[in-house]
């Protein structure tokens, strides 16, 4: 069962990366993947939350943080070395546009962090989630298209990357929600909740 999906896995890498090559994705994956750009907009966004939020926005910027140093870690230093799968432009010819690197595969460190932040930012603010998602995702399959990760090491990455984000979110939604009732009076609160019953 597990030979059959990689050997899936390979021939759906191979597909995107081969077959799917063109010029206009020669131009565009390399740069919708690189870590230089990747990491100047994340810290321009942690930027203007922090010069211009207020004390709300400035624990999102911290815990956006966290969530980041989470996913890159579990990535990196716990489940690659666990699972030890080289990556494709180590062991099979491949239309590689960037440099190959030289860590191992599974999963992919790129789809984790994008994910989790994704996920993050995304349930805290649900309007920008498909644009989030949508430009994680395009980030994910990069991976593929630059012939340095196959489309599993993706998949496993967005798993990650999601449910890092997903509970960490709901984490601090509970929290601020708890914070925010305390802070008011008992009386203001039960006249929001007899408002909310009586417009249900």
Known sequence: MLDRLLEIDRALFAFINGTLANPVTDFIMPIVTSDDL?????????????????????????????????TDQAASALLKPLFGRPRPCHVMAVHLLVNCGKGYSFPSSHAANLFGQALFFGLLYKKWLPYALAFAFLVGVSRIWVGVHYPLDMIGGMILGSLTGAIVAGVYIKWNLGTNLKSKPFSEVCSRNEGQNLSG
């Open 38 to 70: 990747l990491r100047v907009l994340f810290a321009l966004g942690i930027i203007a939350l922090l010069v211009f939020g207020r004390k709300r926005f400035i624990w999102v910027a911290v815990i956006a943080i966290a969530v980041l140093t989470i």
